[in-house]
């Protein structure tokens, strides 16, 4: 699981170790990473859980945290791409655009590294949590991919990276249909966590005027698709633990398809 230092990825992680997951736990640093492990401990005894290094904004990165995970040489039944920004503007260490690189570009060459040993733990299942502000995005704007930020706020560009992860998963499930690995995208919520840090100041109070679900009221949906979403209900969008409306454009599939070559592309550089 990616990002379970904080927000809506601490409190799945909690929740995964109180049901007797094993859990390696994808993230930034080790030190704002320990104390969640510290706390899982405590409530189970089914460990060791571990903590593998990734900056999702640097593709060599995850081929290092891939090497890694796949060293434990470890079953590996479910895979959550929960790590997330909003707003943070600029450029990954390979130019893409951040929102883009961080939300979709790294977590679909962690995944695809992955594949493999889902497959050999299956049934097993791939999460991605996207957001309804995908709903935002009226396009792909395959010739801004490559640059910086370009909107002030990272809101557009951030919903694009949303509409990709439901493409994603689009792709995904098609691709995987006579496996048993099934995948699910989902909308948490409006869940009141740190995403917005990086927004200017100037909006943040205004986002925070939308009423907000807790962190644990954010991570059902998460835990839906983990324990009670049907293997047949592989490739769908989920908000409030049930299947959820997509935009037209996350529905089109030839936009998946060149979003998924565009991926392998970028990832074989
Ligand atoms: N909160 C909401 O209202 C909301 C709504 C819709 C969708 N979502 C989605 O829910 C997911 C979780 O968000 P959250 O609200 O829990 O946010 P959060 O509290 O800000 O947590 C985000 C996590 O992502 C990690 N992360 C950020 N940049 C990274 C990078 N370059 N490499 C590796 N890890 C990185 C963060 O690590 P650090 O702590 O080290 O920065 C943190 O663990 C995200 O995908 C978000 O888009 C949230």
Sequence with gaps: MTGANTGIGRVTALALARRGYR????????????????????????????????E?????????????????DLPL?????????????????????????????????????????????????IINVSSRAHWMARSIPWELLQSPTRSLSGIPEYAVSKLCNILFTKSLAKRL????????????????????????????????LRPMLSPEEGAATSLHCIEN????????????????????????PALADRLWHFSEQACSA
């Design 23 to 54: 859990l390696i736990l994808v993230g930034r640093s080790a030190q704002k990473t320990q104390p969640v492990l510290d706390e899982i401990a405590h409530i189970s005894q089914a460990g060791p859980n571990h903590f593998v290094p990734v």
């Design 56 to 72: 999702l904004d640097d593709l060599d990165s995850v081929r290092r945290c891939l090497r890694q995970i796949l060293a434990l």
């Design 77 to 125: 039944h479910v895979l959550v791409n929960n790590a997330g920004i909003a707003g943070l503007r600029g450029q990954t260490k390979q130019s893409y655009e951040m929102a883009f690189g961080v939300n979709h570009l790294g977590p679909f060459l962690l995944t695809q590294g992955l594949l493999n040993r889902l497959q050999s733990s299956s049934p097993s299942r």
């Design 177 to 208: 249909k006579h496996t048993e690995i099934s995948c699910f995208a989902l909308h948490p919520g409006v869940v009141a966590t740190d995403i917005w840090r990086s927004v200017p100041a100037l909006l943040r109070p205004l986002l925070r």
């Design 229 to 252: 979403a049907a293997a047949d209900q592989s490739g769908l969008y989920f908000a409030q633990c049930r299947p959820a409306s997509i935009s037209p454009l996350a529905a089109q």
